[in-house]
């Protein structure tokens, strides 16, 4: 019957004994032990919870914010780090987080009027942050912004094809470049990263049936040499 009670010390031991700065113990009711600790001086007795989370919030310091930041982001969790990089002052950082919230608002709306709009917003903070790109914290700097992505499905392809480049995103550059209706500089861009099947066929749509003829005789000829 002691069983349950030994498990939620076991808990409790652990919590005591890993906190480094501050431990929050919220009961239900006043216990013996609040109690005991009281009378050992090593706890103190509060009603005010939020004033105390308060407390534990605004004394963290900036860089275990930034970390916990860090860490929400990499796990995708961008709501919760964009608060933490707001709590360390990571203003690029928080923006961040909130065009990416957007791109996944704007992909799981069905409404495409309503869908424009959210791109749209997204769009903008992303590319204050593409402008700023270099104030974010190092281990951000590297992430895919998804500015192309959100210019691809606005229907800007021709800018999204820019940003892919920038991105070194040739293959990318070269499909947005199709759905611009650019089909010659498509087929030199897949040209360029190898894709021969996707460049005859760019080639076909911008007119260019001998050159297409040649690159399906190639492939032919390759594939007969495997």
Not at 2 to 13: A, D, F, I, W
Not at 33 to 50: F, H, K, Y
Request: net charge positive; hydrophobic share 40%; with cysteine.
């Amino acid at each position: 019957k002691h069983l349950p009670l030994c498990t939620e010390l076991k808990q409790l031991y652990v919590a005591v004994t890993r906190a480094k700065k501050y431990l929050l113990v919220i009961e239900s009711a006043p216990s013996c032990m609040g109690r005991l600790w009281q009378d050992l001086g090593v706890a103190e007795s509060s009603c005010q919870v939020p004033v105390l989370l308060d407390f534990l919030f605004t004394t963290a310091r900036r860089h275990d914010w930034l970390r916990l930041g860090i860490q929400l982001f990499q796990r995708k969790h961008y709501g919760q780090a964009a608060q933490a990089f707001l709590k360390a002052n990571e203003l690029v950082a928080h923006t961040l987080c909130a065009g990416l919230m957007l791109t996944k608002e704007a992909a799981a709306t069905r409404d495409k009027e309503k869908q424009r709009g959210i791109y749209a917003r997204a769009i903008t903070k992303l590319q204050d942050v593409r402008s700023r790109q270099s104030q974010l914290p190092a281990p951000l700097q590297s992430t895919p912004l998804q500015l192309a992505v959100c210019l691809d499905n606005m229907g800007d392809h021709a800018a999204a094809a820019e940003v892919y480049l920038q991105e070194d995103n040739r293959a990318q550059a070269a499909h947005a470049l199709g759905r611009a209706q650019r089909w010659a500089e498509a087929a030199s861009l897949f040209h360029s990263c190898n894709r021969l099947m996707e460049a005859a066929e760019a080639h076909q749509h911008a007119g260019d049936h001998a050159t297409a003829g040649e690159i399906y005789d190639q492939c032919g000829e390759l594939r007969r040499a495997a």
